[in-house]
C-alpha cells in the first residue's frame, strides 16, 4: 500500500481535534509524517567535563554534594546546588524550577543536561533526570522538529515514532539503484528511521545528507525533465535562419561586437533553428551589452519571416528600445510598434491589428503586453528585458492563442551559480563574460553624510566639463510616497545650490509623457542633473553621464547598487560612483566596502547572496525560489550541484523514459505536473 493514501487519522494516538493541527502544518498522509524530518537533534550523551567548551549544550553525571539553595526575586526563582561530576566541583542552575528543590538530595546522583560556563564552572540547566529506569533522555539523541500550534515536542516524537512502527516497513526506495550506489547511501526506510531515532548525532547525520540529497534530487529531476520533455514535445517553430543577411545586419552595427556577444548569439541561433521552444537565459553583467544580442535575435526571427516581441519593466525603457531598435533596424525595413499604457485607444486598436495582418514585424511594450487581447500572424520570438524569468502563465496565456514563440530572458542582475541552477534549472543559460573594450572600471567611493559639501563640488564639476549626473534619492520599504517627497525635497535642494544648473526631477508619480519628457531632455544633454528615485534603476543608457550619486545607500541591496552604479562608465570618460551612508551595523559597513572593492557584477552577486541569504537576493515577487524542507541553499550547495548533475544526466537516458525500474520517478513527475502522459510513450 502506498503510504500517500493512508491518512494521519490511522496512527495510534493521533485524534480528530490534532488531526487538523497537523493537516494545518500541511501533513496528511502517513507518508508526510514520516516524511517530516527534524531540523536539528538535542544530544543527550553523557560526556567527560575534560575539553568541554564554554557555551556547550553537554549532558553530565554527578553526584549532589550540597544542600540546594533557592533565592526567589520579583516573580522568578533561582534554585542552585553543588555537584561533583568527573572530579570537579561545579555548581548547577535551574532557573524557575524551585519546585525541584524538595527532590534534590544530598549524595544522589543526578543526570543533567545544560549550557556549559568554564569561568564559573557552573551549569545552567535545561532538563535533570535521576539515574535508573525514569531517565529516558540521558544517553539518547532526540529529533527536534518544528511544531506550530498547541501540537508539542514530546508529542510529535511519539506519534511520528508511532508512524515508524506502523508503516516503517512500508517505505519504498524513490532513488535509482545507481545513485544509491554512487552515493553509498542507505536505503531510504532505514534512514528514514533513523533520522528520526539515531542511535548518536553522527548516523543521524548521514541519514538526514541522504534526505537532504533526495530532496534536491526530486527538485532538479523536475527540472531537468521539464527541460527534456520541451524538446521532445518538439512543437516550437524551427525558425529558418538566413545567415547572410543576419551577417549584413551585425556588420551594420555601429561597433565590433565583442567575442562574447559574438559566441552568445551563436548559441541563441542555433537554438531559434531546432523545432522546440528555446527557453533561454541571458545573463550577464550591467552594460555588458544585453540589447544589442537581443536586437540580432529579433532581427533573425523577423528575417525568416516571423514576429516579435520586447517586453521591458517601465514606459521609459520601451521607449528607449524603441528608439534604439528604430535606429538599428530602419535601413532594414523593419516595422516597430510601441504599445504602453499611454498608447490612445485609436492606437491601441491599430497596432494590434497590424500584428494580426503582420504589417508590423516587432513591438515593444511593458511586460503587461502579453496579456492583453493580442494576437500575432506568426510569432516567433519573445525577449523580456530585465525580468528574472518568463513566467509559466505567460507561456500558457501564449500556448492557448496557439502560439508557441522562442523566449529569450534576459536578467539584470548576474546570477551566482547555486541560485542559477535552482532557480532557473529548467532554462539554458548564456552567459556574456566581457563587456565592450575600452570601458574604464568605474571609481567607487563611500562617504558620510557630513561630507556632501565635496559631493556637491563633485557634481558641479561633472557637469561643468560637459557631462551630466545622475542623483538617486533614498529608498523607503514601507511607502512609494516617501520616496517620491525624498526625491522632490532633493532636487529643490540642488537646484537652490546650483541655481544656474538644469536639474531635472524623476519619480513613479509623474504621468508616462511627463517622464519622457525629463528622460528625453537628459538624453539630449538639456537636463544637466537628474534626481530620480529608483524608477531609472533597469536598463537606461546614457552615455554621456559619468556621475552616479546615491543618497542612503546602505538601504539599498547591493545588486541594486551595482545596477544603479551601471547607469554610469557606458562612454568613453572615466565614470564614478558616489555612495552616501551612515551604516548603523557590521554588515551595512561590509557592503559599503564590497562596492568600493569591486566592479564585477559576479563578484557582488556572490557577496550580495553571502549577506543577504538566497531569499531576499531577488527581492520579492519574481524569485522562483523553492522552499525546501531539509535542504539550506547557503549550505548545501555542493548537493545541489551534484543533484542537477546526476538528474540531467538520469533524463538524457532513453532508459528513463522507457525502463520499468523508473516507472516510480515517472509517476511523481507526472503528479507534480511536470508533464502529461502524452509525451511519455
Ligand atoms: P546591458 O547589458 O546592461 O543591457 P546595454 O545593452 O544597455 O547593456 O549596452 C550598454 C552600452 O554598450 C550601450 O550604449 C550599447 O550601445 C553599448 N555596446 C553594446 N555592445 C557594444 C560593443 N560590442 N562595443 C561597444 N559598445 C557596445
Ligand atoms: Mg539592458
Redesign the pocket.
Known sequence: MDLNLILVRDVRGVGAQKVEELNAMGIFTAADLIEYVPFRYEDYTIRDLVGVKDGDRITIQGKIVGEPVLQRYGGKSRLSCKVMADAFFITAVWFNRHFLKEKLQVQQDILLTGKWDGRRMQLTVSDSEFPGPGATKTGTVQPVYSVAGSLTQKWMRKVIKQALTQYGAMISEVLPASLIRKYGFMSRGKALAIVHLPGDIHEGQKARSRMVYEELFLFQLKLQAYKAVNRRRADGIAQQIELPGVRAFVRSLP????ES?KQVIAEILQDLQQPYCMNRLLQ?????????VAAVALFATIKAGNQGALMVPTEILAEQHKRSLDKLFEPHGVQIALLTGSSTERQRRDILAALQTGLVDLIVGTHALIQEDIYFRQLGLVVT?EQHRFGVNQRSILRRKGMNPDVLA?TATPIPRTLAITAFGDMDVST?REL??GRKPIKTYWVRESMIERVHSFIDKEVAGGRQVYVICPLIEESEKLDVQNAIDVHLQLQQHFPRMRVGLLHGRMSAQEKDAVMQGFKDGIVETLVSTTVIEV?V?V?NASLMVIYDADRFGLSQLHQLR?RVG?GEQQSHCVLIADPKTEVGKERMKAMTETTDGFEIARRDLELRGPGDFFGTKQSGLPEFRLADMMVDFAVMEEARDDAAELVAEQAFWTGVEYAGLRQYLQRQQVFDSDVLD
Open positions: 561597433f565590433q561586437l565583442t556577444q550577464g553583467d550591467v552594460g555588458a551589452g544585453k540589447t544589442v528585458d534576459m556574456l565592450p573594450k536598463g543608457d552615455p551601471g557606458r
